[in-house]
C-alpha cells in the first residue's frame, strides 16, 4: 500500500504542481483544465484514462463541454498519496 | 433553437426514462450508472461522447471509477428540452 | 450525395494536404501518423473518431502501436470527395 | 521477457480461441469483429485499448466503420506468446 503524504512532502509537492490547489481538509489536490471545445477535452480525458488505468490509480473528474475539473486523493490511504502526485505530473503532461 | 418542454412533456417523458430523475428545480434530469469496472465505464463514456457530439448537446457528467453520474439539461433554452430526452435514451441503449 | 473530385480539385487539394499521397489508382489519399507513444496515438484517434462520428464520415485506418496509417476515400462516390479533403484537414489540425 | 509459445501450446490455446486464426507462418492470430455500427466499434477499441495500454502489449488492428480486424503477436519474441493469448481472451469478453 502507498503511505499517505506528510504536510512537509505535501508542500513540498505543490510547488512542482503550481496549477494544483490543495482542499481545504488537506486530503486531495484539484485542478480545472479548460480546451478549446469537447473534442480536446474528451482526447484529453482519453489519454489520462489510458494512463490511470496503467496505474491502477483513477482521478475524480467531471466534464461539462470544454472543462474538465479533477480531483486527486487515494482512497485506500485516506488522504494523498505519491500516487496523487504522479498522477498529477502526468496530467499536466498531458493537457 | 429548440424549446422548453412543459411539464406536461417533462412528465410524460419521465414515464419512458424510469431511470432518471427530476431535478428540484425542474431543470434537469440526472441518472447515475455504474458498471462493473473502470474499462467499461470509460467505454460508455466514449461511446457517448461520439454520440453528443454528433448531436451538438453535451452531457454534464463526473466519474469515480465505475461510476458516471450524469446531469442533462439544455443551456440555450435554460431547461429541459427534447434534447435532453433524446440524449437520455440513447445513454440508456448505451448503457 | 457528395460529388467525385475531378482531376484539377484532386490536384489543387493535394497541394495544401502536402504530407498526403494519392493512391495509385487515384481513388484515395492516405497518410501515416507517428507519435510519441501508443496513448498519444489512441488519443489522438479518438479526437478523430468524435470529428469523424459528427461528419458521417469515416476514415479506413490502422493502428500499430505509435503508428497510425489512415485512407481516405468515400465509398458512395466511388472515389475522392470533398469530404475526403475536409477530413484529412481535420485530421492534420489535430495530429 | 515472455517465451514463444510451442505448436502444441498454440494449439491448445486456438481451442479456446474458437474466433481466431493461425495465420499462415504460425507468428500470429487473427479475427475480425463486426459491430452495429462505428459508435459500437470505437467503443469496443477504446475498451481494448485501455485494457491493452495496462498489459503493456498492442493489437497490431484496422478499423473500416463498423469492423475491426485485429492482429495478435509478440515482436520481442517473434511469434506468439501467452501475452497474444491474454489479450485475445480479453478481446472475445469486450466484444
Given at each position: 500500500?502507498?503511505d499517505?503524504?506528510?504536510?512537509?512532502?505535501?508542500?513540498?509537492?505543490?510547488?512542482?504542481?503550481s496549477?494544483?490547489?490543495?482542499?481545504?481538509?488537506?486530503?486531495?489536490?484539484?485542478?480545472?483544465?479548460?480546451?478549446s471545445?469537447?473534442?480536446?477535452?474528451?482526447?484529453f480525458?482519453?489519454?489520462?484514462?489510458?494512463?490511470?488505468?496503467?496505474?491502477?490509480?483513477?482521478?475524480?473528474?467531471s466534464?461539462?463541454?470544454?472543462?474538465?475539473?479533477?480531483?486527486?486523493?487515494?482512497?485506500?490511504?485516506?488522504?494523498?498519496?505519491?500516487?496523487?502526485?504522479?498522477?498529477?505530473?502526468?496530467m499536466d503532461?498531458?493537457?
Amino acid at each position: 500500500m502507498t503511505d499517505q503524504l506528510s504536510s512537509t512532502q505535501i508542500t513540498s509537492a505543490l510547488v512542482r504542481l503550481s496549477n494544483w490547489s490543495l482542499t481545504q481538509d488537506g486530503l486531495a489536490i484539484t485542478r480545472t483544465f479548460v480546451f478549446s471545445n469537447f473534442v480536446d477535452a474528451f482526447g484529453f480525458m482519453t489519454r489520462v484514462a489510458l494512463v490511470a488505468e496503467k496505474m491502477n490509480h483513477h482521478p475524480e473528474w467531471s466534464n461539462v463541454y470544454k472543462t474538465v475539473d479533477v480531483r486527486l486523493t487515494t482512497h485506500s490511504a485516506n488522504g494523498l498519496t505519491e500516487l496523487d502526485v504522479k498522477l498529477a505530473e502526468k496530467m499536466d503532461m498531458l493537457a
